[in-house]
């Protein structure tokens, strides 16, 4: 699977952005995709998980209620709706695909795409 994330940029405290991750390659709705970021100088970080039907979705807790993963098997990509923007959510953001259930570990996902830098300015 080839990952191609891209809606990153540059947004006040308070506003949207809407990240999208497209795949190419093998089925996609075969895998569970999850979203993860890494900010400067810090590790890489869970920020959420859509199960292969687009039914089951997890969040880290610091993300909850703001953010809203989904995704579009007929179009082959998973999204991620980021509301109410706070400084501490600039990083880049990195999308995932898991050929087995959802999981918060990266160490779970067998292909990644490329980060999108997402940067909330205060």
């Known amino acids: 699977v080839q990952l191609q994330a891209s809606g990153g940029g540059l947004v006040q405290a308070g506003g949207s952005l809407r990240l999208s991750c497209a795949a190419s390659?093998?089925?996609?709705?075969?895998?569970?995709m999850g979203w993860f970021r890494q900010a400067p100088g810090k590790d890489l970080e869970f920020v959420a998980v859509?199960?292969?039907?687009?039914?089951?979705?997890y969040y880290a807790d610091s993300v909850k209620g703001r953010f809203t993963i989904s995704r579009d098997n007929a179009k082959n990509t998973v999204y991620l709706q980021m509301n109410n923007l706070k400084p501490e959510d600039t990083a880049v953001y990195s999308c995932?695909?898991?050929?087995?259930?959802?999981?918060?570990?990266?160490?779970?996902?067998?292909?990644w795409g490329q980060g999108t830098l997402v940067t909330v300015s205060s």
């Open positions: 859509i199960n292969q039907s687009g039914c089951t979705t």
């Open positions: 995932a695909a898991n050929f087995a259930s959802v999981s918060r570990l990266s160490h779970a996902y067998e292909y």
């Open positions: 390659g093998r089925t996609f709705s075969a895998y569970s």
